[in-house]
């Protein structure tokens, strides 16, 4: 199941990260596994 594949996922990143995961992934469910990299790289860059 692909959401609790991100879950997993999510779980070992700061929990700032995962918020904005989160949010971004229930706005974009249909593209989720497209957009996931990109997601993580906009978060990283926006946490440094």
């Given amino acids: 199941d692909e959401e ?4 997993r996922f999510t779980v070992s990143l ?6 904005k ?3 971004l992934a229930e706005r974009n469910r249909r593209t989720l ?3 996931v ?3 993580i790289e906009q978060a990283l860059v ?3």
């Fill in 14 to 19: 700061p929990i700032e990260i995962y918020e």
């Fill in 37 to 39: 990299l990109v997601i």
């Fill in 4 to 7: 609790c594949n991100m879950k």
């Fill in 46 to 48: 926006d946490v440094e």
């Fill in 21 to 23: 995961l989160k949010a």
């Fill in 33 to 35: 596994t497209q957009q």
